[in-house]
Structures are given as C-alpha cells and as structure tokens.
C-alpha cells in the first residue's frame, strides 16, 4: 500500500537543467535559478513491444559506403571532424555570442552547395532577409542551398521532407519549439524534444545535421545535459571580441580523435580557415626588447608559437599586483615564487604584469619556462636572445620538467626559424657543468636541470 501511494507522488522538475525533487521550492538545488521548478507530468507506463523497422543482422554485413566521410569545403573543420562530414551525423555547434558560430555554419551549407549536394539552413534568430545579406557579403549565395526561418518544429520536419537536404544546419535549437510539449522553447523539456526529433531525421535519411547551441555565462553549453549525450560530435567556438582569430574545439566526436583544433580568421568579408596561425601570437621585434620570450604550445595535436610578455615595475602600493591576461594568474603567482626562492630573482614589492600576444589564451604547462624567462628579462632589463624558444614545465622545487612532443614542437619552432631552444635535460641524466647540447632540424637545442641553470646560460641573472 505504502508503494502504491509513493509510485503517485508528485515529481517536481527544474525547467533549466532538469533536476528533480519530491517536492515544490523556489530555487533549483542544482542550477540555483529561481523560479524554475514546476510539477512534472506524470510518467508514462511500460512501453509494448512494437514491429521493428529493419531485421537485426551480423555487424560484418553492414555496409559503410553510406556512411563515407564527405569535406565541408572548410579544411580546419574537416581537420577537427576528423576527416569531413559523415552522412547522417548529429553536430552540436556551442559559442558565445557574437563569436561567428552562424558565419562558419552558412560558410559550410554554402560549400556543400557548390559540391552539388543540397543544403537547408532553418533560421530561428534571424530573419530570411537577414542572412541573405550575410550570404551576400560572404559569396554564399548557392542554387542548392535553400533557407527556411522557421520556430515550428513541425514545420521544420515539412521543410526537410520537401527538400530533401544532404546537410541541415538549425540555428538555434533553443528557437525552436515543438508543438504538444510543455514549456517554452529553450526549455529542458522542449529542447530534449526537438533535438531528439532531428536526430530522429537525421539516423533514418543519412542526413548530417548540424545544429547550433547557446552558451551560458560559465561557458558551458545551455540547455539539458542529455543534449551533448544525443549528438554524435560537440565543437565549441572560441575566440575573444577583440580578436579576429577564431579556435574550433572537438569536446567530443564519435567519428574521429578529439584533441584537434581549427583556427579560423573571422572578417566583415566572413571567415577564412587559417592553417598556419603561428605567425598570429609572435610580435615581430626589429629590436631585442626585455620581458618577452616565445614558446611552443600544444593545441591538440598542433604545435603553436606564442610570444610571452612580462612588465615588472615598483609598486605604489603595500600589496604587489599580479596581472595576467591569455595567462593562469595562479600559475604565474608559483613561477615568481619560485624566481624568488630558487634563482635569486627579487620581485619583492613589484608589480607584474604578464600577458600573451594576439589574444592567445595559455593553459599549457610547457609555457611555465618562457613566463619565467621574460618576467626575469624584464626585471633585469636583458633582453633574451634573439631566435630563442623556451619551453618547460616548472617544479616548485626549481626543477624542469619534460613536456609531451617536444621533438615535434621543436621542429614547429626550427620551421619558423628560430635557430636555439632551450629545454629540460632528461631526468635521469646527470647534472652537467654546462647545459647538454643537441641539434634538430638545424637548431641547437640546450638541455637544462633547473630554472636557474636556464637563467645562467642565457645571461638573466
């Protein structure tokens, strides 16, 4: 009796992110939104079994050929798609505002068209006329490529069933609503449905569908998490306002590896694929200057150069600042109290600054050599060697450390032309008198036990 009466109760659901509760507050436990949790329907009992569509059949006799990958015409998304579109695919597309998640998106239905193969790009932030002009100012105009502004999910549905698209772009899916289901579009509920609905279309017509999705202030992607659960490949779209460089992020693909990046220069004539964006985060010094130093970082599994600049000046105040900008603050805040204790580096009472060039953003450990070495060239007022890359991961004990690829990061630095690096020694080897020398690609690479040996070799201290 007391299960029967339980099975009854009243669920109570957040409309945000879908927590749920056996009873009504005004505040969501997980999401903290007020305002947000309402009475959920009542469950629906068990399904029947039903006719299947097609037969079970041995996994070796089914055919791939349908499922071949195809390009985008955009070589950085196939880069980080790993390869291209695959027919019948589910792509969530998450970014901010304003950061060119619906120019790359035309940019894609606009190639595909011009491959021959029909496009349907459904609207439902901007009007028919709206992306007309963009299309105008990008060269997008296609006969293949149709538009439909559509908020209607069955309406959507209407528009595929009657062109019959290879691709679909939808944007946004917190547009649209479907008819029949509670709440209102952007909901847990509503968008569960309609993306559902979409995939649905997508597995049984071999249709790749790509849709895009809102960010919240966090930057996590909005909506229900089971969203990133139905879609087979989640990009995030990255770059800062005041910046035309653009970074496609795979967090996810079923298809292909996901530690690749894309790099895309963003424009008023729309956005262009960048394949060597190095050149992007190195100032070019026609001088050597104190308080910068260039390293390699990893971005997936591509090696970029990135210019590290350091300001140390007398603080007018009790407590020293510490400043970044494209760089981890904590991580800076370690590397100066390791200068201090290990190489003799006085930074007390100075106020620091440090930042990257062109807009990088650095989360590589590799970088903590090349933070090290400007903030010290910048105290001493020496300039680092010109052609020199750093890279190393610092201990707190002085030490540095190994990074992962180096050869090849070494060989991205030799490209460009930097003609000496210098490294962590392996640490098995013993600690030499003088840095180990060796050579790759044509530049002399000089392995290093600690910090204060780097600073030495190249005369900071």
């Not at 097609?54 to 996994?59: F, G």
């Not at 990893?298 to 210019?307: D, I, N, Y």
């Not at 590290?308 to 494209?326: N, Y």
Request: proline share 5%; charged share 20%; glycine share 10%.
């Amino acid at each position: 009796m007391a299960n029967a009466r339980s099975s009854k109760r009243a669920t109570y659901r957040c409309s945000e992110c879908g927590w749920e509760t056996g009873k009504w507050v005004g505040r969501c436990g997980e999401c903290q939104a007020w305002g947000s949790v309402a009475e959920a329907a009542a469950p629906i009992g068990r399904t029947p079994a039903a006719p299947v569509s097609t037969a079970a059949v041995p996994i070796g006799t089914v055919s791939v050929t349908e499922s071949e990958r195809r390009t985008s015409g955009v070589p950085e998304l196939d880069r980080v798609l790993g390869g291209g579109l695959v027919p019948g695919a589910a792509i969530l597309l998450a970014g901010e505002p304003g950061v060119g998640k619906s120019t790359l998106l035309l940019e894609v239905a606009a190639q595909t068209a011009r491959y021959g193969r029909r496009a349907l790009y459904v609207t439902g932030e901007e009007s028919a006329s709206q992306v007309r002009l963009r299309a105008d100012r990008t060269n997008a105009i296609q006969d293949e490529l149709y538009l439909a502004a559509e908020t209607d999910l069955g309406a959507v549905l209407t528009h595929i069933e009657e062109t019959r698209p290879e691709l679909i772009v939808v944007d946004s899916v917190q547009t649209i609503g479907a008819s029949g289901v509670e709440g209102v579009p952007g909901g847990v509920t509503q968008v569960r449905e309609v993306a559902a609905a979409l995939i649905r279309v997508a597995k049984t017509r071999n249709i790749t569908t790509v849709v895009v999705g809102h960010v919240t202030k966090d930057g996590a992607i909005a909506g229900p998490r089971v969203l990133e659960h139905l879609v087979d490949v989640v990009l995030h779209f990255e770059g800062a306002r005041d910046s035309r460089f653009r970074m496609v992020r795979a967090m996810k693909n079923r298809f292909g590896p996901v530690d690749e990046v894309g790099c895309f220069d963003l424009s008023s004539e729309g956005i262009v694929a960048v394949t060597d964006p190095s050149g992007l985060f190195v100032e070019t010094h026609h001088v050597s200057v104190p308080g910068t130093c260039v390293t390699v970082t990893m971005e997936g599994r591509r090696p970029l150069l990135a210019e590290i600049q350091a300001l140390t000046v007398l603080g007018a105040e009790e407590r020293a600042k510490r400043t970044t900008s494209g760089l981890d603050g904590s991580r800076l805040a370690m590397i100066l109290a390791v200068l201090q204790r290990h190489a003799r580096v006085g930074l007390s009472g100075r106020d620091v600054f440090a930042s990257t060039v062109g807009g990088a953003r650095i989360s590589d450990p590799a970088a903590d050599l090349a933070m090290a070495l400007a903030v010290a060239s910048s105290q001493t007022g020496t300039p680092t060697p010109r052609g020199v890359v750093a890279l190393g991961e610092i201990g707190l004990a002085g030490e540095l450390r190994r990074v992962r690829d180096l050869d090849q990061r070494l060989s991205e630095a030799a490209r460009l032309g930097f003609t000496v690096a210098v490294v962590p020694a392996d640490p098995g080897t013993p600690v030499p008198n003088r840095p180990h020398e060796r050579d790759v690609d044509g530049m002399r690479v000089f392995e290093v036990h600690s910090i204060s040996a780097a600073l030495e070799f190249l005369r900071l201290v």
